[in-house]
Every structure is written in C-alpha cells, then in structure tokens.
C-alpha cells in the first residue's frame, strides 16, 4: 500500500510538470488554433536564459520574473517577425515553421550551453514546506506555481478587458476588428503569454529532470497527451489532464503494463481521445450551423 | 648452337648452386632491399588516418577525445613522427547520427583512401559502419564505445575495441557483491537498449545461476522518459539493500537525487558511463552521491593523489602546450591520450610494412603496455583471439568530495 501511495505522489509530482507544460499549449491554441510543436524548446530556452543569469550571480527571483518578461517579449517578437508573414498561409506552412523553431532552438541552445546537464536551482529548497517522503518540498512548490499560474490566467481572461480582447479576437476575428480589436496583436500576445507560461513551466522543470537542450523533448509529448485529454481549449481541463496523465502513466507503469510501454500510454491516450472524443473530457464542443 | 646451350645450362646451375650457397646460410637476416609494403593511405612520408567525431549535436560532450588525438598526433610530428613517417589525421563530424557517420566513413575510406579509422565514436555510429569496414577490409581499430560486441575476432576480424567492455564491468560488480555483500538484495535500473542490456547481461552472468536470485527487483527506463522517479520509488518498495544503476548521466543524477529524496540507502553501484564529478555527482549533489562505488581504468586528472606523479605530469605539460583550450579537469582528455599513444605504440611495431592486414596484426600483438594514465597495474594486451585490450579495472568510492580508490586490480 505505502508502495503504492508513493507512486500515486511521484506521479503528481511529474503530472504537475506535465500540467503547466499543456497550459503552456492550451495558451497558444485558445488564441492561434494551432498547436505549437517548439513550445518545449522555446521553454528549454528560456530556461537556459535563467540559468546564465543565476549563474552571473542575479538571485533567483530577479532572474525568474526576468526571463519571463524576456519570454513574454521574445514570443510576441517570433509571431511578428516568423509567423505574421504566413498568417493566412495553409495550416502545413505553419507547421513547417514551428518544426523549424524547434530546430533552431535545440541546436542554437546546444550550442551556446553545450549538451552537458546542468543543475537548476530550486525555489523550494528542502525544508521549506513540510516534506514528507511523498513528495518534496520543490514538488508541493511548483504545483502550486501550476496552481497559481491556471488562477492568474483565469483572472486576466474573465476580468481584464485586454483579457476580453483576447477571447474576441481568437473566437471571431472579423467582429473583433471591425469594433476595434488589433487581431494581429493579440494573436502575438497569445504567443507571448505561452512563451512566458513555458518559460516558468521550464524553471519548475528543470530542478527535477535537469537542464539540457533536450530536457522538454519527452515532456511536450506528455503535456500534449495531458492538454488533450482535459480539453485543448480548456486551462483548468489541461491542468487536470497532466496530473491524470503523470498518475497513470506511473501506476500502470508500475503495476499493470511495466515501464516500458509508459511512453505508450501517453501515445495510445493522444489516439484515443482524438478517435473518440476530440474535444477532450471538458472541452466545449462546437456546433456549427451549415 | 647445342654446346652453346649446354654450357649456358651448366652455367646455370652453378650460379644458382652457387647462389644457394651464399645467401642459404643466413635465412633469417633481413631481405638485403628493406621490404616497405604499403597500402592505400601510407608512404615514405606519412600515415592517414581517419575518424568521425561527434563535434556537434547530443553527444557533443565527447568531442574533446577527438582534439586531444589530434593533440596528440601533433606532438609525435613535432618530434619527428613514427619510424620518420608524419601522422596526417583527419577527424570529420557526424553529429552522433549513424547515417552522417556511413557518409563520412565512406569519404574517408573511398576519396581520401585513409590507412584505417581509428577511434570512431559511439555505438550506434559505429554498429552502422561495421559491416562495410568488415567488407572493405579497413581496420576499424580501438572504437571508443564499451560494447562488447566489438570483441569478435572471428567474424569482424578488421574491428577492435580498447576501453573495459560493459560486460565486463558488469561482471565486476557481480563479483564484487558476492564477495563482500552474499545475501544483498539487488535492485537494478537499466536503460532499455543495448547498451543498458549489455551491462545487465554481464551482471548476470557474474552473479551465476544461483546468484540471479539475489536480484528483487529489475526496472527499466526509456531514453524518452521525463524522469526515473517513478522506477526509484518502485525499487525502493521491493527492500532492495544493493542498487546496480546502469544510466547515462542526466538520468544517473536523477536517480541518485530521488534515492535521497525518499530516504533509501542502497550500497550504489554506478556503471563508469556516468562516473563524471562535474556532469553527474555535481548536479545530483554531492552529498547524495556519498558512498557510490565504480569502477575506473584511467587516471582522474582532478584526482590530487596524481600531483606528483610522472604520468600526470606529463600529461599536464602536453595539455598546456598542445591542447591549452581543452579543460584540465576533463576525463575525456585523458581517454584521448591514452587511446592515442596505444594507437603510436601500434604503428610503431608496425614498422616499414604498412598495410591494413599488418597493422591488424600488430593491434593484435600489443604484450602488457603499460601506459602513463592507466592506473596502476592496469595494462594493454590483446592477442589474435582477444580484441579486447583493456579486460581490468579497480573499484572506487565517493567520498563526498573525490572518487577514492580501494582494493586491487580486478579483471574479469
């Protein structure tokens, strides 16, 4: 039993990475409609910014709310200058370029960091929450981030008015505009809110599985199962889909299928809600009237 | 016209008697012209010699072994070479990626016509040129990966490794516990390719029949996984009081971190692959990794009981001299000057008869070399049937700051 309680923990501790990582997808999906494939890099990135600047000596949380801003305007920067010129290009030359970032962030960070793996620092160092044998200080730590982050975002949707222009803008782009929305500059907020949410996503990463440039690789694919799962268009779905998943990818793994078929079930998990239920347990199904 | 054909038989006859006479007596000086054979990529002047590198992508850490052979080869030419012959090494990238690594081989072996490559990193990399070298017949010679499989004189006869195998190591370990620990409870952590079943394979094989039952528990990870977590908590649930972890660094530092973190204990053995101070024990905290036990065959350059010692002091002063852009704290200089000089020792017994087939030969004829960064009693000795030169190790422990050395050479 206490086996098994501890990988129910373990599992929500990795399924909190998994949860902030799909936010991070759920962000740009709710205000582009596409799923970004360098969104871990782009993270990865990012946090190898924040290391560079703890490593220069900055405290850690100069450091953090640093590189989000550094992520907020860099995403905002890549959609004005890459994506803006293929806005209305078929949904394949997006991808295309998304494939391309993804390649370009990897090796460009191989390439200034090298591939070694480096420590990260954590916020939560033990001791500062009651650790139990559970979970550790850093996990409680950044589940909370996660938490905080999915409040945050839901605020600024439901009760600002740029959070507002933003829903408008991603759900009828023609009215927007026509009562004075700037589409396009929403849909480069969108991508500077994800860059920011994986940027924060990688920094609570990063202590647990460690820098390097491919630290996100596995991840997105879990976080993207997770985001499915819940409902691609929902924040609080996605959240509770990367915990399902981190549970019970641990648990299966451990007690049913064994551990090397857990990436299996992150796989089988994206074919089956896309097959059965495409709008995910929570997701708003969307009528359209023909 | 009869006698004149006569007397220019008999003539003959005599010279040849004669000739007989004069030159049988001593078969065994050497052939009055001096017999220099060559084959494609050697002369009067110099050697080529090829290998592909992964200079970029992933593995991009190991790519210093390739500068300090370059390193290395430049200091033989600056004192003269081997047997007055220049060493011209070309050392191209692959990125780690098999099918990068054929083409460049093929460039190698085709266009620029190299006597052999030497050194090729990693298994994958290597595994994809096996065969062709095999065909071509081009020693494919001292590969730097631990896999066993390039030990098989018999049906790769032109392929060579030169670090301890995985097996071997394995089969270290197991020896080890049976001697010191008879009624452990192992756990072990592998990675799920060859690489991690080579190294569980010779475990196995040294724990024997009745010694597999020692092992509680037996989990596998995949490269892809985020974390290893999940697999620590599950050997940690089965009283394992033993834990052989078979990783590669980032999943190494991990495990070595979550055993902490949830307060298990094992006796910890960690295979050599992810032995590094800087890249592994650093990051997974030093005070987690007090008391892990590996195995070395190299001299640690931060390691302070070598300060004084000839062979790190010469290692050192090439460092400066020829390589002072490469860190001084990195192992992987020391493999590549280990590797290099074994490779100088080669050429050198081979002489003035450079072709492939002898220098095989020759690779194969190494007798106990005792090299300047080898620990010590560790030695070089292959034969036609053994294609593994480096078959000992000696066990070390961490002891919060440095890897400590205890007990004595152990072979397989």
Known sequence: MEAFLHQVFSGLATGGIYASMALALVMIYQSTHHINFSQGEMATFCTFIAWALIETGFPYWVAFFATVAIGLVGGMAIQRILLRPVENAPILTNVIVFIGLLVIFNSTAGWIFDHTIKAFPSPFPRGTFFDTQYFSSHEIGSIMVTLLVLVALYVFFRFTPLGLAMRAAAQNPVSSRLVGIRVSWMLALGWGLAAAIGAIAGMMVAPIVYLDPNMMAGILLYGFAGALLGGIDNPWGAVFGGFVVGVLENVLGAYVIGTELKLTVALVLIVGVLTLKPTGLFGKVVVTRV | ?412
């Open chain 2, 1 to 412: 016209m009869n006698r004149n054909l006569l007397i220019a038989i008999v003539a003959a006859i005599v010279v040849a008697v004669a000739g007989y006479f004069v030159l049988a007596p001593k078969p065994e000086a050497p052939a009055p012209v001096a017999a220099k054979k060559y084959d494609p990529g050697a002369s009067d002047k110099e050697i080529l010699i090829g290998q592909t590198m992964p200079y970029s992508g992933p593995a991009s850490a190991y790519g210093t072994i390739g500068k300090a052979s370059a390193a290395y080869f430049a200091k033989i030419n600056d004192e003269g070479g081997i047997n007055g012959r220049k060493i011209k090494f070309v050392s191209l990238d692959d990125g780690y990626s098999p099918p990068k690594t054929v083409e460049q081989i093929r460039k190698l072996v085709e266009q620029d016509e190299v006597l052999f490559v030497f050194n090729t990193l990693g298994t994958p990399p290597n595994s994809a040129i096996h065969n062709y070298m095999n065909q071509k017949k081009v020693p494919q010679l001292f590969v730097a990966t631990g896999a066993t499989k390039w030990g098989d004189p018999k049906n790769f006869p032109w392929t060579m490794g030169w670090q301890p195998n995985y097996q071997t190591e394995g089969r270290i370990y197991a020896k080890y516990i049976l001697k010191e620990k008879p009624n452990a409870k192992i756990a072990v952590l592998y990675q799920n390719d060859d690489y991690g079943k080579d190294y569980l394979k010779g475990f196995k094989d040294g724990l024997g029949e009745a010694g597999q039952k020692l092992i509680v528990s037996e989990v596998s990870y995949e490269v892809t996984d985020p974390t290893v977590d999940s697999q620590v908590v599950t050997m940690k649930g089965s009283g394992a009081d033993t834990f052989f972890n078979i990783t590669t660094p980032k999943f190494a530092a991990q495990a070595i971190k979550k055993a902490a973190e949830i307060g298990w204990k094992p006796t910890h053995f960690l295979n050599n692959v992810s032995a590094s101070v800087a890249s592994v024990l650093r990051p997974a905290g030093l005070e987690n990794s007090k008391d892990i036990i590996t195995a070395a065959y190299l001299k640690d350059p931060t390691d302070k009981q070598w300060e004084n010692d000839q062979g790190y002091k010469d290692w050192l002063a090439w460092m400066k001299k020829y390589y002072p852009e490469g860190d001084l704290a990195n192992s992987f200089n020391v493999y590549g000057y280990a590797v290099t000089q074994t490779l100088v020792q080669v050429l050198k017994q081979c002489g003035d008869d450079l072709t492939r087939e002898n220098v095989m030969r020759q690779a194969a004829n190494l007798k106990d070399i005792e090299l300047p960064m080898l620990l010590p009693g560790i030695k070089v000795s292959t034969s036609p049937t053994d294609f593994y030169p480096i078959e000992s190790v000696r066990l070390q422990r961490f002891d919060g700051k440095e890897w400590v050395l205890f007990g004595d050479v152990i072979g397989s």
